[in-house]
């Protein structure tokens, strides 16, 4: 059964630095979110894309982040400059249409310094 | 506003018993109704989902979810519970199909040998 994959399984960067968490969601889906999960939290909305244009984002999503879609498989989320409380799980999902659920990655685990 | 109250943080279930988790939502439209599970160090797994069809839905595993509108509720069971149960259990809601999830807390299972 295809999967949403999500690289690297595990980043661990200093505080300030940039990162790119990178998704490949199911090939024939078109709508992508990410999603959060600090630890011991529940998981929160970030943010969702859909015909290469931002859906809706959360309060978390602020200026520090951005998401792309640079080619026809990748989706990227973009933390300019990483705080402490950045720290947490992010979840990629995507769905083929308005009509399907999301499927999710595994996650990566940002661990900031 | 969605929001999603998941009762009790941990469950324990002796293995071969019902397991019943709860799950109460607000919505200010119809919702679409969801639960995932969530296996240690794995991504979110879709177990069910309530879209305005059936009320009693059938998801994977020999898990079931109740829709009840007078009640507001979505409460998760199966008959009889397995070793392989043990995760963590996300209720989730969405006013529309394509729209943002929000989640629940969550409800972490143990079972009981």
């Known amino acids: 059964e295809p999967e949403v994959t999500q690289t690297p399984s595990h980043q661990v960067t200093q505080m300030g630095q940039e990162v790119i968490l990178r998704c490949v969601p199911i090939?024939?889906?078109?709508?992508f979110y990410w999603y959060r999960q600090i630890l011991g939290q529940k998981v929160e909305f970030l943010v969702s894309?859909?015909?290469?244009?931002?859906?809706?984002k959360s309060e978390i999503f602020d200026d520090q982040f951005s998401v792309e879609r640079p080619d026809g498989s990748n989706f990227t989320l973009k933390i300019r400059s990483t705080k402490l409380e950045d720290s947490a799980m992010y979840f990629c999902?995507?769905?083929?249409?308005?009509?399907?659920?999301?499927?999710f990655g595994d996650g990566t685990r940002l661990s900031i310094l | 506003a969605q929001s999603v109250t998941q009762l009790g943080s941990h469950v324990s279930v002796s293995e071969g018993a019902l397991v019943l988790l709860r799950c109460n939502y607000s919505?200010?439209?119809?919702?679409?109704l969801f639960w995932y599970v969530q296996y240690p160090n794995q991504g979110l797994q879709l177990l069910l989902k309530?879209?305005?069809?059936?009320?009693l839905v059938k998801g994977i595993n020999g898990f079931e979810a109740e829709f009840k509108k007078s009640e507001t509720s979505f409460h998760l069971t199966k008959p009889s519970a397995h070793m392989s149960d043990a995760a963590e259990y996300f209720c989730?809601?969405?006013?529309?199909?394509?729209?943002?999830?929000?989640f629940g807390k969550g409800t972490r299972l143990h079972i009981l040998p």
């Open positions: 309530y879209t305005s069809a059936a009320t």
């Open positions: 999902a995507s769905s083929v249409d308005s009509y399907q659920p999301q499927h």
């Open positions: 989730a809601v969405s006013e529309n199909r394509d729209d943002k999830i929000i």
């Open positions: 090939s024939n889906h078109l709508y």
């Open positions: 919505s200010s439209v119809p919702p679409y």
């Open positions: 894309f859909y015909n290469n244009e931002i859906s809706e």
